[in-house]
């Protein structure tokens, strides 16, 4: 499968945040992640909906948007309105994650499922056949440049074996602490969608990083 490199927007310049991922897509990222955390389920605030709108006409990049928000349900319209590619929602959040991913689809765009360092795989044998994309945290979500929890290499492998034995080539994101030296790890793995925030936006030279994480070198 493809390597894709998804950078994200929480360590990008918020004053620059359509100049930032015009940089990212030059530099030949594929996605831009858009972390939207409300304060509730993880303990800290973002941004919303109409940040995304406004980023949309000025970038061309897969809007990966995670959403980091209690019930997320409720907003779901509101992403795609907003020009959400993909909508990741996560289990913990969720009173009935299976009718979240269904109705996600539903709105024309793919739906992906993630969980907590915390949260065992298997929660998400029930959710596979559901979500075009599973993410695995390998950070506490809610806050950049944490340092990558080695244990989510297990995790990223038995999300991958869950694919392939349902027969599905799904893919699987890892977010939290990749850098050009640990992401070929998580590639191996059976990573093959990076999300990367300081490893890119406070890169010397982007174009070099987005390479560097591809390649895991």
């Known amino acids: 499968m493809k390597i894709k490199i998804s950078p994200s927007v929480l360590s990008c310049d918020f004053s620059k945040m359509g100049d930032d991922m015009n940089r990212v897509a030059e530099a030949g990222a594929e996605y831009v992640h858009l972390d939207v955390m409300d304060g509730m389920f993880v303990p800290n605030i973002s941004f919303g909906a109409p940040v995304i709108k406004c980023c949309?006409?000025?970038?061309?990049?897969?809007?990966?948007?995670?959403?980091?928000?209690?019930?997320?349900?409720?907003?779901?319209?509101d992403f795609v309105k907003a020009?959400?590619?993909?909508?990741?929602?996560?289990?913990?959040?969720?009173?009935?994650?299976?009718?979240?991913?269904?109705?996600?689809?539903?709105?024309?765009?793919?739906?992906?499922?993630?969980?907590?360092?915390?949260?065992?795989?298997?929660?998400?044998?029930?959710?596979?056949?559901?979500?075009?994309?599973?993410?695995?945290?390998?950070?506490?979500?809610?806050?950049?440049?944490?340092?990558?929890?080695?244990?989510?290499?297990?995790?990223?492998?038995?999300?991958?074996?869950?694919?392939?034995?349902?027969?599905?080539?799904?893919?699987?994101?890892?977010?939290?602490?990749?850098?050009?030296e640990n992401a070929a790890e998580v590639i191996k793995a059976g990573a093959n969608v990076i999300v990367a925030g300081s490893a890119v936006f406070k890169a010397a030279n982007m174009s070099e990083a987005v390479k560097a994480l591809r390649c895991g070198q």
């Open 56 to 77: 949309r006409p000025v970038c061309g990049l897969v809007f990966d948007t995670h959403l980091m928000i209690n019930e997320p349900i409720r907003y779901i319209d």
């Open 83 to 180: 020009g959400s590619d993909i909508i990741t929602v996560h289990t913990e959040a969720c009173s009935d994650c299976a009718e979240t991913l269904r109705y996600i689809r539903s709105c024309g765009v793919k739906a992906g499922v993630t969980i907590k360092p915390a949260t065992p795989v298997s929660v998400l044998e029930p959710l596979v056949g559901l979500a075009d994309m599973i993410l695995i945290m390998s950070v506490e979500p809610g806050f950049g440049g944490q340092k990558f929890i080695l244990s989510a290499l297990d995790k990223i492998k038995q999300a991958r074996a869950l694919t392939e034995a349902a027969g599905l080539d799904t893919d699987i994101e890892v977010d939290g602490g990749i850098t050009p």
